[in-house]
């Protein structure tokens, strides 16, 4: 069974950047696509970033759309999240997750049949 482990975020004060990483442990290659979703204390958990294994097509919900950079190494089995201009609203737990079909919404956390175990990102001053 594939496992994704999380590494990386923590405290930042707003307008500050961290970065988080999820590595696995199989080919990430061999699945279609990886996402981080988020759940912020007191709202719907939401995909926030996908990325295609193969091509590097990337995906971005509004919220984090021009802040937040997703991106893989293949050689690694390894993808990262660059988290720029942090607010203390995307204060949360993060997860990423994989899929493995082709058929996906980067949103629908049904889709992803592995998850890591979620780290702690607190945006405050």
């Known amino acids: 069974q594939l496992q994704l482990v999380q590494s990386g975020g923590g405290l930042a004060q707003p307008g500050g950047s961290l970065r988080l990483s999820c590595a696995a442990s199989?080919?990430?290659?061999?699945?279609?696509?990886v996402a981080w979703f988020r759940q912020v204390p007191g709202k719907e958990r939401e995909g926030i970033a996908c990325?295609?294994?193969?091509?590097?097509?990337?995906t971005y919900a509004d919220s984090v759309k021009g802040r937040f950079t997703i991106s893989r190494d293949n050689a690694k089995n390894t993808v990262f999240l660059q988290m720029n201009s942090l607010k203390p609203e995307d204060t949360g737990v993060y997860y990423c997750?994989?899929?493995?079909?082709?058929?996906?919404?980067?949103?629908?956390?049904?889709?992803?049949?592995?998850w890591g175990r979620g780290t702690q990102v607190t945006v405050s001053s």
């Open positions: 997750a994989t899929t493995p079909t082709p058929n996906y919404y980067c949103d629908r956390e049904t889709d992803f049949g592995f």
């Open positions: 199989a080919k990430i290659v061999d699945y279609f696509g």
């Open positions: 990325i295609s294994t193969s091509n590097g097509k990337t």
